[in-house]
Each structure stands twice: as C-alpha cells, then as structure tokens.
C-alpha cells in the first residue's frame, strides 16, 4: 500500500525542514505554508521588543512561543548583533549565553524546537525550562506542568510572541498560560517580535488545495492558524473537504478541522516517528 503525500502547512522555512526530513523517513511529502512570518513593521513595535531587552533583569522568566519568536528576539538585540552578526537561528556553536541575558532569567520553551532555537542562540541548556521529550504534548499546559510548582508571587514574567496580522489564529494556549501566572500571583506581560499573515497562494497552489480536498493526500497542520488562513483563501470559498484527511499536532487543531468539516481527522505528538505510525493508521482504517 502506498502511503499518502503529506502536505506540511507550517511557515516556509519550518515547512522545508519538515518535507525534508518526511522525505528522508521515506515518506511522500511537499509544502504548503499557510502562515507567513516577517519582521515587525512598526518603529513602535521595535521600541517595545529593545525596552523589553533593557528590561529583561527585572524579569523572572521569559516565555517563546516559538523558535521564530527566539530568533526575532535575539536578533534584535544590539550587542548580541555586534557580537554575533550571523543569523542566530544557524548559529551552532556558540560557547556562552548571549550578551545582555541576565544569567538568573529562566527561559521557558513549549517545546524541543523553540529549545533547538534557543540553543542555537546560544542559551545554556542549564538555563532553559521546557516540557519533557516524552510529554504527551508540546504546548503551554505541558509546560506548566513543569514550571507551575514554583512559587510566582510577585514575579514579573515575559511573553515573546508574535503579531497576528488580520483576523486569523489562536492564543488561547498562551492565554491560558497567562491566566495560571495571574492567579499564581505573578505579572504577565506581552511583547511582539514578529508578525504572523496569511499567504497569497498561487494559482498552483489553489489548484493543488483543492486537489488534496479529494485525492487521499493528508494535510499535516501544527496550527489552528494555518487552517484559518486556508479557509479564507477566497478562491477556495465554497470546497468541501468532507474528502480531506488531516493528520493534527494538538487536540483543539483537530476540534478545529473537524469543524470546517474534514472528514478524517487523526491526532498526534508532534515528533517525527509519532507522524509515522499514525499515517500507517490512517491508511489501516482510513484506506
């Protein structure tokens, strides 16, 4: 039996990666990104991520939401530029913690590859606070399981985030997190470092979209965004996708596509062998 084509809608660069190693585990897979990500635009909202950088030893912990979030973050900090004046997300090897990083700040991370992010930038692993590798889910209740026995009372904790341009995507998961910070006694505050949109697909990719409505392709989403985003493609107003199989990272992903009326909807970690194992059981029940 031959398994599906995957179609990855994470952002470009995350997309890529991600058909890579699908491709490398012998599986059929190409990219879709649903979610573009760029620079923060206004010179408002530049002061506001270098004032949180000035801020930063009044601060307990810092929370990324992502590994765009920790690239964003670090790149604009002007010692870390003048110090490392290569992209951060590629550098490997650094040997110390950033300039600027008080040494006390915990930086948490929802899961390994906000982590990945963050060593890359040159955080010691010591310094970071993140689910387990084996925790059920990577995402905000899974990281308050380790950090919430802590005692934030009169904490100051920041969020590093991005800005959601229009009216797609979901925080609630960061909301959530806020909340349990707030009735633990501490301070939340928000920054964002990047901006999040929705694509312009081609007329290829609208044609491939509407093909994967039918065809047995599976569409692997890691975020509810990124199915707002496709379903607010005008061209593709009016699809039915009661055909369209989807594979979910997280459960409220799948509560969503089962809304827009996917007809198959598998749940799984997202970790590449957790992927695999549930695509051979889509095509075991779902052929």
């Known amino acids: 039996m031959t398994a599906p ?32 990500i760029a620079p923060v635009a206004s010179a408002e909202q530049v002061q506001a991520l270098r004032q949180a950088w000035q801020a930063l030893p009044a601060y307990a912990a810092c929370m990324f939401v992502s590994g765009h979030a920790v690239e964003h973050f670090f790149k604009e900090n002007p010692a870390l530029a003048q110090a490392v004046p ?21 930086l948490l991370a929802p899961g390994p590859g906000t982590v990945a992010a ?10 970071i606070d993140a689910p ?9 209740e899974s990281l308050w399981q380790v950090i919430g026995p802590r005692d934030w009372r009169g904490k100051r904790v920041l969020v590093v985030r991005g800005h959601t341009v229009g009216a797609a995507g979901s925080s609630s998961g960061r909301d959530w997190l806020a909340r349990q910070w707030q009735a633990a006694g501490a301070t939340v505050e928000f920054v964002g470092v990047y901006q999040r949109c929705a694509p312009q697909l081609s007329p290829g990719q609208l044609e491939r ?14 975020s509810s965004e990124a199915l707002a985003n496709l379903l607010q493609q005008p ?6 996708w009661r055909g369209a199989r989807a594979l979910a990272t997280h459960p409220r992903i799948a509560d969503a596509l089962r809304a827009a009326g996917w ?25």
């Open 209 to 222: 979209a509407r093909a994967a409505s039918v065809d047995g392709s599976l569409w692997l989403f890691s």
């Open 118 to 127: 963050l060593r890359a930038a040159g955080v010691a692993a010591t310094q």
């Open 235 to 240: 061209a593709l107003q009016g699809t039915d």
């Open 263 to 287: 007809g198959v909807v598998v749940e799984s970690r997202p970790a590449l062998a957790d992927i695999r194992a549930r695509l051979a059981s889509i095509e075991s029940h779902y052929p």
């Open 5 to 36: 084509r995957v179609i990855v809608t994470r952002p470009a660069r995350d997309a890529s990666h991600w058909v890579h190693q699908l491709q490398q585990a012998g599986l059929q897979a190409e990219a879709l990104p649903l979610i573009d």
């Open 86 to 106: 290569t992209q951060l997300a590629i550098n490997k090897v650094a040997s110390k913690a950033p300039p600027g990083l008080p040494p006390a700040l915990r």
């Open 132 to 140: 387990a590798l084996d925790a059920p889910q990577f995402d905000s």
